[in-house]
């Protein structure tokens, strides 16, 4: 088979360009990329930042943003919360988290009211869609809530919210929609 055959019957994303998707290379289509300084990047997990939005009651830190990796759409990093600890009612605007459980156990309550529940343990994934009230609870009285947070865009948005929480909250069960 000769290359223009093959090319013609190839998977598209083989002769996607790799340097569309840098940046500075987009200016220039012709650009040569420095793929040492523009490839992957391993970020160490002793040098996460700390210096990013903070709620009450949990520390985040950055491992993945534009400053520290070159992330354009995409923000990375942990949130610890202490023992027998919660965070402060917030949403994160228009961005969509993921929360994964590393270790211990995550209780998460949200709504207008803070009005709903849930738990997860190490291995569990938490999506929280955008502007939803919520609220992070370590459910251990004596082990650390540890997690690793995604977030659908680069802004440290934030927003602290003054809500008295409904007591007792209802439980929220989740099922699968696709395959029940």
């Excluded at 990093?77 to 993921?98: C, F, M, R, W, Y």
């Excluded at 995604?150 to 696709?178: F, H």
């Amino acid at each position: 088979m000769d290359q223009d055959h093959r090319k013609a019957h190839a998977h598209p994303a083989q002769h996607r360009d790799p340097r569309s998707d840098i940046s500075h290379a987009r200016a220039d289509p012709h650009a040569v990329v420095d793929w040492k300084a523009h490839g992957v990047k391993v970020i160490p997990g002793h040098a996460l930042d700390p210096n990013t939005a903070q709620t009450p009651g949990m520390l985040r830190a950055t491992a993945i943003n534009r400053a520290r990796a070159g992330a354009e759409k995409l923000w990375a990093g942990t949130v610890t919360i202490h023992a027998n600890a919660k965070t402060g009612a917030h949403h994160h605007g228009d961005l969509e988290s993921i929360i994964f459980v590393v270790r211990g156990r995550a209780r998460m309550r949200w709504g207008e009211k803070l009005e709903f529940t849930a738990e997860a343990g190490p291995g569990d994934f938490i999506y929280v869609p955008p502007y939803v009230p919520h609220q992070e609870i370590n459910a251990s009285r004596d082990e650390a809530l540890e997690c690793v947070l995604v977030r659908s865009g680069q802004e440290p948005i934030v927003v602290n919210l003054d809500i008295e929480p409904v007591e007792p909250p209802e439980q929220v069960l989740w099922k699968d929609p696709i395959h029940r």
